[in-house]
């Protein structure tokens, strides 16, 4: 294997055991959040000594009210907890719902993929637990098939969304498998697994065909990676490139330019999105990470870039390509 690697350098719908807790208010950005635990730390500290020591009551009100003032803010999110008693749920005849059979089910996972640990909690952090456990067989061999593809542009199993009996087996399988036990190693370190991939030998080698191997779908990996990126990826490179690009993290999505009337071409009469108000400044030419999606009308950049609408699962996305032609003959 070290061949291929040189280097050199939940909502109340999964099945109703869960319900959307009152909203939390969150600051905006991380800015906001350094000075909220600043101000709150110091708040709490004082509180407990001003029971002793009254001339520190002033600097407790105070800093309650900036605290105050900052709540206002903060901005609204939905929280998932677990029902105070969890809803029975049964087996449904033929799927009618009003037909339940048998006894109430309980939580659990699939038994020909092994079983809960008897210590686990039958929740959402016991299902997580099980998903990444050593000897889960799936999900660290998924995972890193997707980084193989975002990387080199096909999978080694090249059908992502059947990875399985039914779907393509892997070009590579004792590669696959080292590198899902190393990335399971690494602490699931998804950036030390790019990091790793990106300064092999496969990956710097030159992507020009090779005539002395008969491998035109490249299944061999004998040439580098050759394939247009993603459309969030083109637009930052474009806006670094222009000297535009902000690269400031975390905080609200931002609304760039888009032509006009076309969230009211795909809205329904109780849309609370019908108006699309472009953001001004700086914000317009923030990282694609955070460009506001509308499910059903993704930005036209993205789209006219094959990046799919958010209505249906998508692992790997198509890729268009046009032609063009240099003094009259196409490349």
Same mark, same amino acid.
């Not at 005539?211 to 083109?234: F, I, K, T, Y």
């Given at each position: 294997?070290m061949? @291929? @690697?040189?280097s050199? %350098?939940?909502s109340?719908m999964?099945g109703?055991r ?5 909203t ?6 991380? $800015? %906001?959040w350094e000075?909220?635990e600043?101000?709150?730390?110091? =708040?709490?500290?004082l509180t407990?000594q001003a029971?002793?020591n009254?001339?520190l009551?002033p600097?407790?009100? %105070?800093?309650a009210k900036?605290?105050?003032?900052l709540?206002?803010? @903060?901005?609204?999110?939905l929280?998932?907890?677990d029902?105070?008693k969890?809803?029975?749920m ?7 719902y009003?037909?339940?059979k048998g ?5 659990g996972?699939?038994a020909?993929m092994?079983a809960l =640990? ?7 952090l016991?299902? $997580? ?6 000897g =889960?067989?799936?999900v ?11 990387t080199f ?10 990875f399985?009996?039914?779907g393509?087996?892997?070009?590579h399988?004792e590669l696959l498998?080292?590198l899902?036990v190393?990335?399971q190693d690494?602490?699931?370190n998804l950036?030390a697994?790019?990091r790793?991939?990106?300064?092999s030998?496969?990956f710097?080698?030159?992507s020009a065909?090779?005539?002395?191997v008969?491998d035109?779908?490249n299944r061999?990996?004998?040439?580098g990676p050759s394939h ?7 637009r930052?490179v474009?806006l670094? $490139?222009?000297r ?5 993290m975390?905080g609200?999505g931002v609304?760039p ?10 809205m329904h009469p ?11 400044g700086a914000?317009?030419?923030r990282?694609?990470l ?6 059903t009308?993704?930005h036209?950049?993205?789209?006219? @870039?094959?990046a799919p609408?958010?209505?249906?699962s998508?692992?790997?996305?198509s890729?268009?390509?046009t032609p063009?032609a240099? %003094?009259?003959?196409?490349q």
């Amino acid at each position: 294997m070290m061949a @291929f @690697f040189n280097s050199t %350098a939940e909502s109340s719908m999964d099945g109703n055991r869960y319900e959307y807790g009152p909203t939390v208010k969150a600051p905006a950005d991380i $800015a %906001a959040w350094e000075k909220w635990e600043a101000i709150n730390a110091r =708040h709490v500290s004082l509180t407990k000594q001003a029971g002793k020591n009254t001339d520190l009551k002033p600097e407790v009100d %105070a800093l309650a009210k900036q605290i105050a003032d900052l709540k206002k803010k @903060f901005v609204s999110t939905l929280v998932a907890r677990d029902l105070p008693k969890p809803r029975q749920m049964k087996l449904l005849e033929r799927g009618e719902y009003n037909l339940p059979k048998g006894e109430p089910l309980q939580p659990g996972v699939f038994a020909v993929m092994g079983a809960l =640990h008897k210590d686990a909690p039958a929740n959402r952090l016991g299902l $997580a637990q099980w998903l990444t456990a050593r000897g =889960h067989p799936l999900v660290s061999r998924v995972l890193i098939n997707r980084v193989w593809q975002r990387t080199f542009g096909e999978g080694l199993v090249r059908t992502p969304a059947d990875f399985g009996l039914q779907g393509e087996q892997p070009t590579h399988p004792e590669l696959l498998d080292w590198l899902a036990v190393d990335l399971q190693d690494r602490d699931w370190n998804l950036k030390a697994m790019l990091r790793l991939m990106v300064t092999s030998r496969t990956f710097k080698q030159s992507s020009a065909y090779r005539g002395q191997v008969d491998d035109p779908e490249n299944r061999l990996w004998a040439r580098g990676p050759s394939h247009r990126l993603d459309a969030e990826a083109l637009r930052d490179v474009a806006l670094w $490139a222009s000297r535009l690009l902000d690269s400031s993290m975390g905080g609200e999505g931002v609304k760039p330019y888009q032509p006009g009337g076309l969230w009211k071409a795909l809205m329904h009469p109780g849309s609370n999105t019908k108006n699309y108000v472009t953001d001004k400044g700086a914000r317009q030419y923030r990282r694609s990470l955070y460009v506001y999606w509308k499910r059903t009308s993704p930005h036209p950049m993205m789209t006219l @870039f094959d990046a799919p609408s958010r209505e249906s699962s998508c692992v790997k996305r198509s890729r268009t390509s046009t032609p063009y032609a240099i %003094a009259g003959v196409a490349q």
